[in-house]
């Protein structure tokens, strides 16, 4: 019996290749993505089982995927996690397909359910200690209706990027280099599963809210910004999600690209579905179509797109090679393109903020760290980012620049453009319900200074001279703006 492993879990992949020859079957190939899925079941007519993640990555769901086994008449075992599998299992049971391992399991379960295929009855009875409502539906759930709420959907549990894993004994593991293959460019040479998963990338309808009109693919450079700080809690990710939605309001299709991968909070505060990650975006192609772009990213329901950081990841930051990969391929969708960092003197943040159009660094009016916010931004500047680029943006949330401090602030980061924005005590409660300020109190004082600040912005990157907000000028052009710390 030969088996093809995509649980894309290592240690289950280890367990039965260290157990093949004893349980009496061979490894055909370790898979981690539905590509490499694909490539196997069209290829080989070998393979008689599949052991199979129901969060396999890639752009099918799973319905999907289940139907193309039963065609090719393989035995799937379909993993399950034990919660919300329901749908997953009526599509199963649809098919004629019963083994099932749910939850956690030994490798007494693991040898059985390979060895003995389950029985209608049994797997009911085995589904039902987990899931006591669960029926067998007389009409199976719409293939397109899953894939429609399931796509691109993946758990913690799949793999964010390359995992680098050995051969194990008499197993051959897929190599990574399929991860760059150009889907959409080059025609692939059968029908079947390999041909669909490329054509999810292709032909699936994008989001429905909005999407970039076909002006803005046009051939120029979108407006770039980042948002930087040396001190955590400051309200970085409150600002840029605000200027996005202005952004939006001023007719700029944009996106947030969320690269603080170990505490980034923008799809949370969006509330968007995560398809995929700032870190799956290692194992796409290095060009994409539009279509691919759009469907790789969460949507608010303002318009204002999002790429989100990962869920639980323990790893490197982001490497200066992938920071331009995905600004290049956003540039043919987006005018507007925004990133939260995480505040890390990493080659890779200084390398993406030397192109920006403008760096929001935002501070807050504590005295005893003013200096230390000064030497940042010099350093920054000794980096090579470009000062004329950099823009403060003080957060007041006791109002302290109607006290005279905002001045000296101003004085003492010269010749910086600072400015200063007030607090509003509706801010944190509007994030909480997934509708940020701007969109939905636009009557707000914060949503008005939030204009003026965009529009300070818009005007900069049209060449126009743009007033200075400090010293005499700040007094009669003063934004107030602030954002309340996030750590009290």
């Given at each position: ?143 397109e209706t899953e894939a429609e ?245 003080l957060n007041d949330p006791h ?90």
């Amino acid at each position: 019996m030969n088996v093809l492993l995509a649980t894309c879990e290592d240690k289950i992949d280890q367990f039965l290749a260290s157990k093949s020859e004893a349980w009496g079957f061979t490894v055909h190939a370790i898979v981690k993505n539905q590509l490499s899925l694909a490539e196997h079941l069209d290829q080989s007519t070998q393979i008689d089982t599949v052991v199979l993640n129901r969060f396999l990555p890639g752009p099918l769901s799973i319905s999907d995927v289940l139907q193309e086994i039963k065609e090719k008449q393989i035995r799937p075992i379909l993993l399950l996690v034990g919660e919300e599998d329901e749908e997953v299992m009526q599509v199963a049971f649809s098919l004629g397909m019963y083994d099932f391992l749910i939850g956690q399991y030994g490798p007494k379960q693991l040898q059985s359910i390979l060895s003995t295929p389950t029985t209608k009855e049994a797997a009911l009875q085995y589904v039902q200690t987990f899931y006591p409502d669960f029926v067998v539906a007389e009409t199976p759930p719409s293939v397109e209706t899953e894939a429609e709420e399931e796509f691109f959907a993946i758990s913690t549990q799949a793999p964010n990027g390359p995992t680098g894993q050995q051969p194990l004994s008499n197993a051959r593991v897929e190599p990574q280099a399929a991860s760059n293959t150009h889907i959409g460019q080059q025609p692939l040479p059968n029908t079947g599963i390999e041909s669909r998963v490329a054509a999810a990338f292709d032909t699936t309808p994008i989001h429905p809210v909005m999407q970039p009109a076909p002006s803005v693919l046009a051939p120029r450079k979108p407006l770039t910004i980042a948002v930087f700080s040396s001190k955590g809690g400051v309200g970085k990710t409150n600002v840029i999600i605000n200027t996005g939605l202005g952004l939006i309001e001023n007719g700029k299709t944009t996106v947030i690209v969320d690269t603080d991968v170990h505490q980034g909070t923008v799809g949370s505060i969006l509330k968007t579905s995560q398809h995929f990650s700032v870190i799956d975006w290692n194992n796409f192609p290095d060009e994409m179509d539009e279509a691919s772009i759009l469907r790789s990213l969460g949507q608010h329901k303002s318009g204002l797109y999002c790429l989100p950081s990962p869920i639980d990841y323990i790893g490197h930051p982001l490497k200066e090679e992938l920071f331009a990969k995905i600004q290049r391929n956003l540039s043919k969708c987006f005018s507007a393109i925004l990133f939260d960092t995480d505040g890390n003197f990493t080659k890779s943040n200084i390398s993406m903020m030397k192109n920006m159009d403008y760096v929001l660094y935002v501070m807050t009016a504590d005295g005893t760290s003013l200096e230390r916010h000064k030497q940042t931004i010099e350093r920054l500047v000794r980096l090579g980012i470009k000062q004329e680029s950099i823009r403060i943006i003080l957060n007041d949330p006791h109002n302290t620049g109607l006290g005279g401090v905002e001045e000296f602030i101003a004085k003492k980061m010269a010749p910086i453009e600072l400015g200063s924005l007030s607090y509003s005590r509706h801010l944190q409660a509007c994030n909480e319900e997934g509708e940020p300020i701007l969109k939905s109190r636009p009557k707000d004082p914060f949503s008005k200074e939030m204009t003026q600040v965009v529009n300070h912005l818009l005007h900069g990157s049209m060449g126009q001279p743009v007033a200075a907000m400090t010293g005499k000028t700040a007094k009669k052009k003063r934004i107030k703006w602030s954002i309340p710390f996030f750590g009290r």
